[in-house]
């Protein structure tokens, strides 16, 4: 029973790269400010940091997806190359979490809990992820190159959404270290993607 809820968790996961980290209907718990600064309710924000904490919302729930990313690894066989870049990202994931969750404690008017995404939007993301959840199926889906291939293509999408939000969130923040923080979240990012489309190029564009 815990096999097959890694492996269900593991398709979720793999869905939702591939619709680029869509961010899901319940919005993460913000985490408690310190005692000095009481945190600040969405309608008091100002324009622009609105705009960004939807922005850091994003972020953060992206960065939980990509902080799943090891379950893929329980699903199939994996090479080598596979397994150490899938890891890395995981790694990364979990490591932006909780910066996210440390700014959201330490900057009251960062907020990382909000859901910026129309309804409608949200049902065509699931519904996408629902039907690509059948690639992945243990049995019945794909495998092998193909498999990891699939996979790989879903991270160099995902990883691709993430570096371009860190750039333009950037662009866009007043605060001259969260300004710094998101750059060298987009550096991080760059890396990551371009380990993983240096992979594809070298090990999956080509025969065997």
């Known amino acids: 029973m815990k096999l097959h809820s890694s492996m269900l968790m593991a398709g979720i996961v793999a869905a939702s790269l591939i619709t680029g980290c869509a961010t899901s209907k319940t919005a993460p718990k913000q985490p408690a400010a310190r005692p000095e600064a009481a945190p600040a309710k969405p309608q008091s924000l100002g324009k622009q940091r609105q705009m960004l904490s939807e922005g ?17 690894l329980y699903v199939k066989l994996e090479s080598d190359s596979m397994h150490a870049v899938v890891t890395a990202i995981s790694s990364y ?19 990382i809990d909000l859901q910026p995404l129309p309804e409608i939007e949200l049902r065509k993301r699931k519904a996408i992820a629902k039907d690509r ?16 291939r699939t996979i790989l293509l ?55």
């Open 93 to 111: 994931g979990d490591e932006l979490k909780k910066d996210l969750e440390k700014i959201a404690r330490d900057y009251p008017g960062v907020r």
């Open 154 to 208: 879903s991270f160099a999408n995902g990883l691709n959404h993430e570096r371009h939000l860190c750039a333009v969130m950037a662009d866009a923040e007043p605060d001259a270290n969260l300004k710094k923080f998101l750059l060298d979240s987009e550096k991080r990012f760059d890396g990551l993607y371009e380990r993983v489309t240096g992979l594809l190029e070298k090990d999956y564009f080509k025969a065997p």
């Open 133 to 148: 959840m059948k690639d992945f199926a243990p049995v019945v889906g794909k495998g092998g190159r193909e498999y990891e």
């Open 56 to 72: 850091y919302s994003m972020l953060y729930h992206d960065a939980g997806t990509l902080d799943l990313s090891e379950l893929i």
